[in-house]
């Protein structure tokens, strides 16, 4: 896969090997893993083969069609929690100094960009690494009205990550305003 969106209700966290990419990082034993107890949530995942052609997981409405986002629920997959807190083989977790943050871009039906939020996903500030671990809503009304929306993970350049380029999130509860008819 080179960028895309995956519809799961895994959860999982892993003691050995690779971590998957389309579960979330809760205990198994969750009974619905999604954000407020959904049983369903999406994955959106891009790998390192997705930044040489600038193809960045999003979604989108009808041409010409804009609607006002509120806000979206977000969530780091086991594999991003993994990375991020235990490291990846020889790859080391985040270190003192190191982020990594989610970055969500709104772009109106001119396909001009209207504005960006950024989602902490981990940080390393006092020598051990802070990853979120429970689903967290974000506020995204800044973005205003949308056509399209593309998310993207930026991280420290000092931090050994495993794959450059790969990352995968957990988003659910995407909230949107309608007019009224």
Not at 3 to 24: E, F, H, L, R
Not at 67 to 76: D, G
Not at 112 to 125: F, M, W
Request: glycine fraction near 8%; include cysteine.
């Amino acid at each position: 896969m080179v960028a895309g969106a995956i519809v799961s209700d895994a959860a999982k966290i892993q003691d050995s090997g690779t971590a998957p990419v389309t579960s979330v990082a809760l205990d198994k034993t969750v009974e619905h893993a999604g954000a407020d107890d959904t049983d369903k949530f999406c994955v959106l995942a891009q790998s390192a083969d997705s930044r040489l052609v600038d193809i960045k997981p999003r979604f989108s409405f009808k041409a010409g069609v804009e609607h006002k986002i509120v806000s979206i629920k977000v969530m780091n997959t086991t594999q991003m929690y993994e990375f991020l807190k235990y490291g990846f083989y020889s790859y080391k977790p985040l270190q003192q100094g190191d982020i990594c943050e989610l970055i969500i871009t709104g772009y109106n039906k001119g396909h001009n960009e209207t504005g960006s939020v950024k989602v902490t996903l981990g940080e390393n500030k006092n020598g051990e690494p802070d990853v979120m671990s429970e689903w967290t809503e974000v506020d995204l009304s800044s973005l205003g009205e949308v056509n399209s929306v593309d998310f993207k993970v930026v991280w420290s350049e000092s931090w050994s990550k495993p794959s450059p380029g790969d990352f995968s999130v957990a988003v659910d509860e995407i909230k949107f305003e309608f007019p009224a008819e």
